[in-house]
């Protein structure tokens, strides 16, 4: 067992992979100012393992050693409540919410897990390389991500079961006595500085005959030989920290991933050929990373609470009752996420592997309730914070000799001076208002699927039979038609 330094892991992304940013091919990918602060935040993670006052949140000692806590599979409640505490302490140590990290990724392996006897039933061939893959990530305090998202192309043409050589898809183009080689592209948060992802077959129709060369799920290493990580640009990069502290700090580098005929070895395959295997990974994939992620959501909700009582309390405003109300409808969104997150423990369901999984209906619809009324949530903090957020002048305009004296007059409030004021408004115009703040309310309302596939999961981890029960006996009707075919 040997868990990770930051200065290990960022040598570790030195390993010849090829990425592409700002026009330009670049080498030492953690020495690059668009790439460079997410990095580091990683490394700090890494860091904090090793730290004494952090030491018996971030690492659990196994029977095969001491590894990252946020690797370590739920096998009880008090696993579940150290994971929370693992990833709160984490984000409050790094100042800001990142979500692809490592931790919320790694629970799709699990899902994995938790499917072998089934995945054992289809096809036995490759349920040893779970088992395998998920005792190498801890040990060697991998750094692993996930690809779901192909760029699909034209859907008609696939669900009309037309897949062929012009699908987008990725697929298997060869195989041999080394393993598969596969061909395609995936959307991937955080690719080009994570060490590997579990590469899987996206939403789709996982029924039809057609879909068969698409139906395999593998580990690939992210510096692999025909892999290109085609990265989107920094929303951080040449801006003012003091103006975009989130945006210069957290910005998480989504790449597209092409996969130029690149070789999978055997005992990476973790299942292949196999729709069934597909409909079955596609079902539970989310099962333990939505808790991680919803405790994200947790903190960005505290987020937008702070900002928005923070300027209230600066401009006086939280003595008038119509604004209490309006912050109270913050702390409410705040609490209903807690209270899904503290009760998915509580009610902590055993799972087909053997581990205990967040109660399922209970996390899914707290993750609905938490990104549907994410925007709304969003605007009542803007309008909290008021016009200021958009109007303010820059951090270096305000500094110059001959206007600082009026900066400080009309910034200056209430036992606040003009250099805090600014602070709080250039903070909340990046959660809220910056070009990275609208990147990650889309990433919010696309990561772990688009919404309708989180209404799916809800839907099918919701036990209907009490409803229809009740209110059968109610209305008297105990007739065999009235049974809901689902
Ligand atoms: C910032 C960001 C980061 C991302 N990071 C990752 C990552 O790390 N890994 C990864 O794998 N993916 C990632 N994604 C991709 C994300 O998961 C996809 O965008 C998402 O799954 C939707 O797929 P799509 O974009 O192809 O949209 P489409 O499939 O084209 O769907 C667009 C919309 O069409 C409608 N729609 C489509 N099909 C149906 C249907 N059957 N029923 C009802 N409505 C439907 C929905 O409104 C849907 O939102 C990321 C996306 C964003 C924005």
């Known amino acids: 067992m040997a868990l990770m330094t930051g200065q290990e892991y960022m040598e570790s992304l030195n390993d010849g992979r090829e990425v592409y940013i700002d026009g330009e091919k670049i080498q030492n990918i953690a020495e690059h100012p668009s790439l460079r602060p997410i990095i580091e935040a990683k490394a700090r993670m890494y860091d904090m393992n090793h730290e004494e006052k952090y030491k018996n949140i971030c690492t659990v000692d196994t029977s095969d050693g001491t590894i990252c806590r946020g690797y370590k599979m739920p096998e009880t409640k008090a696993d579940l409540k150290a994971i929370r505490k693992y990833v709160e302490t984490v984000l409050d140590d790094l100042g800001g919410v990142v979500y692809r990290v490592g931790d919320e990724t790694i629970g799709e392996m699990w899902s994995l897990y938790d ?211 309006k912050i109270t409808k913050l702390i409410c969104y705040r609490e209903s996420i807690n209270a899904h997150l503290t009760a998915a423990v509580s009610e902590a369901e055993e799972s087909s592997g053997g581990l205990l999984m967040p109660n399922q209906s209970l996390l899914y619809t707290g993750r609905i309730q938490a990104i549907s009324n994410f925007n709304d949530m969003l605007h009542l903090t803007r309008e909290l914070v008021g016009g200021q957020l958009a109007v303010t002048p820059d951090s270096m305009t305000i500094q110059h000799p001959e206007v600082k004296e009026y900066i400080d007059k009309y910034y200056s409030l209430a036992g606040w001076d003009a250099e805090d004021r600014t602070k709080l408004l250039f903070f909340a115009r990046d959660l809220l208002n910056s070009s990275r703040g609208g990147h990650q309310t889309t990433f919010e309302l696309f990561a772990q699927g688009p919404p309708f596939t989180q209404y799916q999961a809800a839907f099918n981890n919701f036990d209907l039979e009490p409803s229809r029960q009740m209110v059968r006996k109610a209305a008297n009707i105990f007739s065999e038609k009235a049974e809901l075919q689902v």
């Not at 760029?151 to 050589?165: C, E, I, T, Y």
């Not at 900002?307 to 401009?315: I, P, Y």
């Open 115 to 325: 499917a072998q006897e089934s995945l054992n039933e289809i096809d036995p061939t490759y349920t040893e390389n779970i088992k395998n893959h998920i005792e190498r990530i801890s040990r060697l305090d991998l750094f692993h991500v996930s690809a779901n998202t192909d760029p699909k192309g034209d859907r008609s043409k696939l669900f009309a079961g037309k897949a062929g050589s012009d699908t987008n898809l990725l697929h298997v183009v060869e195989e041999n006595d080394r393993g598969i080689v596969v061909s395609g592209a995936k959307f991937e948060t955080a690719a080009a500085y994570a060490h590997q992802a579990f590469v899987k077959p996206t939403i789709s129709n996982w029924t039809d005959e057609s879909m068969l060369p698409y139906a395999s799920g593998f580990i690939c290493d992210m510096g692999s030989p025909g892999l290109k990580h085609i990265c989107r640009t920094s929303h951080g990069r040449n801006q003012n920290p003091i103006d975009y502290p989130i945006s210069t700090q957290f910005d998480e580098i989504d790449t597209l991933l092409i996969f130029d005929k690149v070789l999978i070895p055997w005992e990476n395959v973790l299942f292949h050929n196999n729709l069934k295997s597909v409909q079955f990974i596609r079902k539970t994939v989310h099962r333990y990373s939505a808790f991680n992620y919803v405790i994200r959501l947790l903190r960005r909700a505290d987020l937008l609470l702070g900002t928005a009582v923070l300027n209230a309390e600066q401009t006086g405003l939280t003595k008038i009752p119509a604004v209490q109300e």
